[in-house]
């Protein structure tokens, strides 16, 4: 690497070492405005970083502005940032003298033989292994900014002292730094939280934290999802089916949930026997296989399924639609002979692909390998890995390894979307199992008349159908397109007098199955186009005597204005063009 690039913020090392080091320089700041603070922890994270506080008061947007003052202050000041390290006794003496609790407690929890070090800049000194930039000089005090505070329990743990996070981010530039915030306002912009709200989609109750409601226009855009997931589906040779959403426990320790997946289930009593409400849909499916004998003849076979899992989330962990404890999975689960891996994997992977062309989307790939917890043998683990790079590579596409993130009962190919704001989403996943069709002792009978054990493939394409509503929501700030709008249309008479000739068009449009609406309000027509470039409604039809006497609509769109003047036969089949496309 040369070293240009060395220390350059495209190189992951160094970006991580300028946020740590600007981690400390709010963990000084805040000592020295607020003494009383206890420290905790603060590393680099992937859009800047964070520092976590137990301090008795609240921190409020003018706290906030007072730290960033005097971390500017601080990075001026050019503090060399120096490195000592010290036996765990006096390192234990030293956090106890500066009143650092969540110190002491993080090198207790030190192996006896582990190195503890710390780092001084100035009069500030932390526990850290580092590494970090040589000077606070060396972090742009022009090119930081603070953005937000949350709460967080100490080490993750709903038990402990909830603590407050402050998040935030530098560059090496304030140019840099502008464009990343004018990204980030125009992301919240797109929240979908917001975004659900305002367009009157979803919502979520304190009665069920985690738990999303989807409104009836929410329920046409997931709807449509759905309808056009099963399409694509037939078409791919899949049969769909549905599995039930309890099932005993002796199913998910013959799965290996039981083992590895326990603290994130649910679980309930019926007739005195402990069940647990599904977590994931495999297991049904393995039953779903499992229920009568096959041939060779009969595989590849491809079960499709909208389940519903339940998973436990931590509260603080939850996030609109993109974090819930309740969501629904386009799983699939193909059983195949070991000779057909490699075919249906491709099959997979080019219907993966379409979808994502539907929307739009770029994406990259990355191979999932053997987590520390798998549940098969070292050679197993080798050759499923090997399978999924052989089919990647014969189809050249570029990929990167992700260590250690496969699923326990194998590796997996990861999807990653990119939205409209750059913003990345892992969503789709194909999964290589040879472990469940072991556990669940299945089998096929062979052109030898033997019995065989079938390889077979998890996969999903959106993922959660509530989160990919949420990616969407964001990619296209709330303004669907045509095939998906929950209003496709809506019609504005400009008289009392074109209300009749308003009903008879939008008769017209829904016959023919266009989600339409119209609006009587006695307002200006103005107000109503504005209410209706709100809603994000696609085109708008505005009809008075003029349009009425001679049968036309003048037609607008929700950005690109007026449109002329049309016939609404005409305009029906524009409509149906653009929806059978779905641009």
Not at 201 to 215: Q, R, T, V
Not at 459 to 476: M, N, Q
Not at 503 to 509: I, M, R
Not at 564 to 580: C, K, R
């Amino acid at each position: 690497m040369s070293e240009e690039n060395k220390y350059s913020f495209d190189n992951e090392v160094f970006r991580n070492t300028y946020r740590h080091t600007t981690s400390h320089i709010l963990a000084q700041a805040v000592k020295r405005l607020y003494p009383e603070a206890k420290l905790a922890i603060g590393p680099a994270i992937k859009d800047g970083f964070y520092y976590d506080f137990d301090i008795p008061f609240a921190f409020t947007e003018e706290h906030l502005e007072a730290l960033e003052a005097e971390m500017r202050k601080i990075c001026k000041e050019k503090l060399k940032l120096e490195r000592f390290e010290l036996p765990r006794k006096e390192a234990i003496a030293l956090m106890e003298e500066k009143g650092e609790p969540y110190k002491v407690e993080l090198i207790n929890d030190l192996p006896e033989d582990a190195v503890i070090s710390f780092y001084t800049q100035g009069e500030f000194t932390d526990l850290c292994a580092g590494p970090h930039l040589d000077s606070t000089g060396r972090v742009k005090g022009n090119a930081l900014k603070l953005t937000t505070v949350n709460g967080a329990y100490w080490r993750g743990d709903s038990d402990q002292k909830m603590l407050q996070r402050i998040y935030g981010t530098c560059f090496p530039s304030k140019a840099e730094l502008d464009v990343y915030l004018a990204r980030m306002e125009e992301a919240k912009k797109r929240d979908h939280r917001r975004l659900g709200r305002e367009l009157d989609l979803f919502m979520f109750s304190d009665e069920g934290p985690g738990f999303p409601f989807f409104l009836p226009k929410g329920m046409i855009v997931r709807n449509e999802l759905e309808a056009y997931w099963r399409k694509v589906h037939k078409a791919a040779g899949y049969e769909e089916v549905r599995t039930p959403l309890i099932l005993n426990e002796e199913l998910w320790h013959r799965s290996g949930h039981w083992d590895h997946y326990k603290e994130n289930m649910y679980f309930t009593e019926i007739d005195e026997a402990e069940y647990a409400i599904k977590p994931m849909n495999c297991p049904g499916g393995m039953l779903v296989y499992g229920r009568k004998p096959w041939s060779y003849k009969d595989l590849p076979l491809r079960f499709c399924e909208m389940g519903v899992v339940h998973r436990h989330e931590l509260s603080g962990a939850l996030h609109g639609l993109f974090r819930v404890r309740c969501f629904t999975q386009d799983d699939a689960h193909i059983f195949m002979a070991p000779e057909q891996m490699q075919d249906e994997i491709g099959r997979v992977l080019d219907l993966i692909d379409s979808v994502y062309q539907t929307f739009g989307f770029q994406y990259h790939v990355e191979l999932s390998t053997c987590p520390p917890d798998f549940i098969g043998s070292e050679e197993m683990c080798d050759y499923a890995e090997g399978v999924l790079r052989q089919v990647l590579d014969a189809r050249g596409m570029e990929f990167v390894v992700n260590p250690g993130d496969g699923a326990f009962y194998g590796p997996k190919i990861d999807f990653h979307l990119e939205d409209s704001l750059g913003r990345t989403w892992q969503c789709g996943t194909i999964q290589l199992d040879f472990q469940m069709p072991e556990r669940f002792d299945l089998t096929y009978t062979g052109s030898d008349g033997e019995k065989h054990r079938p390889v077979m493939i998890h996969r999903v394409a959106f993922g959660s159908i509530e989160r990919f509503i949420g990616i969407l929501t964001e990619h296209y700030a709330g303004a669907f397109p045509l095939w998906l709008a929950p209003v496709q249309v809506t019609v504005l008479p400009i008289t009392d007098r074109a209300a009749g000739y308003a009903d008879q068009v939008a008769a017209t449009l829904d016959a023919a199955g266009i989600r339409v609406e119209t609006d009587y309000r006695n307002e200006k027509i103005g107000y109503k186009i504005r209410e209706a470039q709100m809603q994000k409604i696609p085109y708008m039809l505005v009809v008075g005597d003029k349009e009425a006497e001679e049968g036309t609509v003048a037609v607008r769109t929700r950005t690109g204005g007026d449109q002329g003047t049309v016939s609404p036969e005409a305009f029906l089949v524009t409509l149906q063009e653009e929806i059978a496309g779905k641009v």
